[in-house]
T-cell receptor
Framework: EDQVTQSPEALRLQEGESSSLNCSYTVSGLRGLFWYRQDPGKGPEFLFTLYSAGEEKEKERLKATLTKKESFLHITAPKPEDSATYLCAVKGSGGYNKLIFGAGTRLAVHP | DTGVSQDPRHKITKRGQNVTFRCDPISEHNRLYWYRQTLGQGPEFLTYFQNEAQLEKSRLLSDRFSAERPKGSFSTLEIQRTEQGDSAMYLC??????????????FGPGTRLTVL
């Protein structure tokens, strides 16, 4: 069964303190690993898609990387506006196009 | 591009009542999805449409839940005889339905359901 585990559950950083979020997955036939950002009371906002081990993508202070068993979301010099829940999801070969999500990492960046 | 829209944004109902939610996908997106999210958890897949055809339903979707996409445009999700356990955020997403593996799902703002 496809499964996604995110760690840590919550992370508190000082502004400018870089860190990484982890997403471990088991999936039959990975057809994409997705990162989303979710603000309280809102729907997930798309950040990145990764397809194959070794792939990396960047956007402002965020960088996502992928291996055969996990993905990392690196946050460089975070700002308070980066505070949100970051969700990881996978699309496997079983089923049509559904995403299997992890529980997310709640990030709080303090000035 | 106005994004995915959902209506209503909030719904409070009493146990046993029926509720219906609407989702308008991004125009020209032929794939539409419904997810449910409870506090502290990631979204859980409920069902998927390609155009007007409902191609996949989760085991989570009991017979009290029904979804339609009558003309391949907007979709409705109805919950009959609501229970307190149905309280959650109901999220709709759409994707363009591109061939191959590049088919990103874009989410709407969600409908927050509270069952008293």
């Amino acid at each position: 069964e496809d499964q996604v585990t995110q760690s840590p559950e919550a992370l508190r950083l000082q502004e400018g303190e870089s860190s990484s979020l982890n997403c471990s997955y088991t999936v039959s036939g990975l057809r994409g690993l997705f990162w989303y950002r979710q603000d309280p009371g809102k729907g997930p906002e798309f950040l990145f898609t990764l397809y194959s081990a070794g792939e990396e993508k960047e956007k402002e202070r965020l960088k996502a990387t992928l291996t055969k068993k996990e993905s990392f979301l690196h946050i460089t010099a975070p700002k308070p506006e980066d505070s949100a829940t970051y969700l990881c999801a996978v699309k496997g070969s079983g089923g049509y196009n559904k995403l299997i999500f992890g529980a997310g990492t709640r990030l709080a960046v303090h000035p | 591009d106005t994004g995915v829209s959902q209506d209503p944004r909030h719904k409070i109902t009493k146990r046993g009542q029926n509720v219906t939610f609407r989702c308008d996908p991004i125009s020209e997106h032929n794939r539409l999805y419904w997810y449910r999210q409870t506090l502290g958890q990631g979204p859980e897949f409920l069902t998927y449409f390609q155009n007007e055809a409902q191609l996949e339903k989760s085991r989570l979707l009991s017979d009290r839940f029904s979804a339609e996409r009558p003309k391949g445009s907007f979709s409705t999700l109805e919950i009959q005889r609501t229970e307190q356990g149905d309280s959650a955020m109901y999220l709709c997403a759409s994707s363009p339905g591109l061939a191959g593996i590049s088919d990103t799902q874009y989410f709407g703002p969600g409908t927050r359901l509270t069952v008293l």
